[in-house]
């Protein structure tokens, strides 16, 4: 099979396609023929050995793909040969078939093209439960999102309004602010135009109920400013390369509550709603991700630059194969 290695740390450039064997099907795994695989910023931050958590090289970069059950060990996995699925894990979603647990593996509702699965699972599954069981978002809430043309980003202004709230979208470009005004945000604000914070004062003049930050860096302190007293701050990643230093007495003056989004740490029961809701907006179409680019398996050292420098707008994905039911990306 074809697959993308990362044969030593380094920028993007270092990821080259090889011809390696199939993965080996081990016990209680199943093998997924890919269709799709979305590029996140943690696959840059691997490659480079810059992440949380460091993997051995030569690796298969990738953390979230799109495909077709093709084998099942002899052991129930609940996944049957032909069953369309997403999944998520470490590493190994840039191959043309990957072996995974069942555990890692969510059904692709009927009506959902693969593509569309690929470029929805971990940007519009971490918005979804940041916004619901971390920031608390209701109908009607003034809700600030920066970042908001990455894959984490504009999920979370595309979720926010679908929950009925107010949203004021920050990026760092014109394209991006219009494909969030066009997913659902009130209002839209360029970062590199001018003072943040006054700009926030003015598109939220009462205060923001809460803010999304996949960021961090030099936004974050304007964005906390702009809570309203109780405000909840929500912090998901460090786009910007930045571990953003806030100062306290802001949180101890107006009360604020500062979270940090984790999937282990949102309770079982709100999982399940969360991850319901989610299906449930996808199979109906009023949520629709945006796929910013798309690129074949021979381009995955631009599609990992392409997002290593920001210029992605929503989700970038790779093409590996199709399961007869990928359509022209949207």
């Known amino acids: 099979m074809k697959a993308a290695v990362c044969p030593r740390y380094g920028p993007p450039e270092v990821v080259r396609v090889e011809e390696l064997p199939p993965p080996a099907l081990q016990p209680g795994q199943v093998r997924v023929r890919v269709t799709a695989a979305a590029v996140n910023y943690p696959d840059v931050l691997l490659v480079a050995d810059r992440y949380q958590v460091q993997v051995p090289v030569p690796f298969v970069p990738g953390s979230e793909f799109a495909g077709m059950v ?53 940007a519009h599954r971490t918005a979804c439960h940041a916004l619901r069981s971390m920031a608390r978002v209701h109908a009607g809430d003034d809700v600030v999102v920066l970042g908001a043309g990455g894959g984490v980003g504009l999920a979370a202004v595309q979720l926010a309004a679908a929950m009925g709230a107010r949203v004021t979208a920050v990026a760092s470009s014109d394209e991006k602010l219009y494909v969030a005004q066009r997913s659902g945000a009130s209002a839209v604000v360029n970062h590199r135009s001018g003072d943040l914070r006054a700009a926030l004062r003015e598109a939220v003049p009462d205060g923001a109920h809460a803010v999304i930050d996949p960021v961090g860096g030099e936004l974050s302190e304007p964005a906390l400013r702009s809570l309203r007293r109780g405000g909840r701050f929500v912090t998901v990643g460090y786009a910007s390369g930045v571990i953003p230093r806030i100062p306290l007495n802001l949180v101890l003056v107006k009360g604020i509550h500062v979270l940090g989004f984790q999937f282990q740490d949102v309770p079982s029961e709100e999982f399940a709603r969360n991850e319901a809701e989610l299906r449930g907006l996808l199979a109906s179409g009023t949520i629709v991700p945006h796929v910013g680019a798309v690129y074949p398996l021979s381009e995955v050292a631009t599609a990992l630059r392409t997002v290593a420098d920001g210029r992605a707008v929503g989700k970038v994905l790779i093409v590996l194969s199709t399961d007869g039911s990928a359509h022209a990306t949207p």
Do not use: H, K, N
């Open 70 to 122: 093709t084998e099942t060990s002899g052991t129930r996995t609940g996944f049957a040969i032909g069953d369309r699925v997403t999944g998520s894990g470490m590493f190994g979603a840039f191959a043309q078939e990957v072996c995974i647990s069942p555990g890692s593996l969510t059904q692709i509702p009927d009506g959902v093209d693969a593509r569309i699965a690929a470029a929805s699972g971990v």
